[in-house]
């Protein structure tokens, strides 16, 4: 999943032009598409979130010490990115350089410098600077979208929700540094698509084979709710993200509503079919979606495993286990 074009060249002069228009979705913060580079960081939220930290501090894995957020090409552990990587800052932008991804690579890091939706940039930032949880208060913070990991042609796809505030948006890497993730990297060690039970940090050596993990919306929101608007802008990410691995793909895991409902509407704007009437989440639940090639693929939900779901016995390790088996 991967966009053509996505890295200029270093001594290029021209940028190209997007009349963004005015979709409204997403308010824009310029009509020219800039390489991540020239792009600065967003004004916090407020004065009231904590203290602002050190400006360099070291990796957790490689010790190389870091600004925070990271900028593209910094060296941060499995960065797609680099400073010519084009951003996207409005909806339309989005739309159209999803749509030039030629490769989970490509769209990877346009997905990670994407600044599309105002809200989510201030506060992913923020929260990277001055809103750091005390035990983490050491470590620099990634304050980027969380692009996709795991396998470029995998066979099974996860959608989750979102990245957590002190989980993905410390560690650059989807579901890692927080006790959801502890869950599901432990699911899928004991199902054989993760080669360790855990992933702590980006570069901790984790790699997964037929799965690849993407969210819903890749920005850390308040409340850890997305609005309406910011999921339906996140969406065209998804979009391309099933264009790009449907050819392989056997099933999509989405765990939760919000993964579920943005998966069926990616398969919509797509042109595949979807049975009617909507098909509701269930956990365990399942309803084929077919591409326009007629390719079959599962959508099956599963609880998120959030710590509400998991703490309550809501969603167990067995329950888990069973749905992946299923996959």
Not at 63 to 84: H, I, L, Q
Not at 212 to 238: M, Q
Request: aromatic share 6%; proline share 9%.
């Amino acid at each position: 999943m991967d966009f053509a074009d996505v890295h200029r060249p270093a001594d290029a002069r021209r940028r190209p032009h997007i009349n963004s228009g005015g979709d409204g979705e997403c308010p824009a913060g310029t009509e020219h598409v800039r390489p991540a580079g020239s792009v600065g960081r967003a004004e916090p939220v407020g004065d009231t979130i904590g203290q602002v930290t050190s400006s360099l501090l070291p990796h957790p894995v490689t010790a190389e010490p870091f600004e925070s957020p990271v900028p593209p090409g910094a060296g941060w552990p499995g960065d797609p990115a680099t400073p010519a990587t084009l951003v996207a800052t409005t909806t339309r932008e989005v739309e159209r350089l999803a749509g030039r991804a030629g490769s989970v690579a490509e769209l990877d890091a346009a997905v990670s410098v994407c600044r599309a939706c105002p809200r989510l940039v201030r506060w992913r930032e923020t929260v990277a600077t001055q809103g750091k949880r005390a035990s983490f208060a050491d470590q620099p913070y990634w304050g980027r979208p969380g692009p996709g990991f795991g396998d470029p042609q995998p066979e099974i796809l996860v959608v989750g929700l979102a990245p957590a505030a002190n989980g993905t948006n410390r560690t650059g890497r989807m579901f890692t540094g927080d006790r959801s993730g502890d869950w599901l990297y432990a699911a899928l060690h004991r199902a054989g698509y993760a080669s360790r039970p855990a992933s702590t940090h980006a570069g901790d050596g984790q790699v997964l084979t037929g799965v690849r993990i993407v969210a819903a919306v890749r920005c850390a929101p308040p409340a850890n709710k997305p609005d309406p608007a910011e999921r339906h802008t996140c969406g065209l990410w998804l979009d391309r993200d099933l264009a790009l691995t449907a050819p392989g793909l056997r099933s999509i895991l989405a765990l939760g509503a919000i993964a579920w409902d943005a998966t069926l509407a990616s398969a919509r704007r797509l042109g595949w079919t979807v049975r009617r009437p909507r098909p509701r989440f269930t956990h365990g639940g399942q309803t084929n979606l077919v591409t326009t090639t007629g390719q079959a693929i599962r959508l099956v939900g599963c609880y998120h495993v959030s710590q509400q779901n998991t703490f309550t016995g809501r969603l167990t390790e067995p329950m888990l286990d069973e749905v992946l088996a299923g996959l």
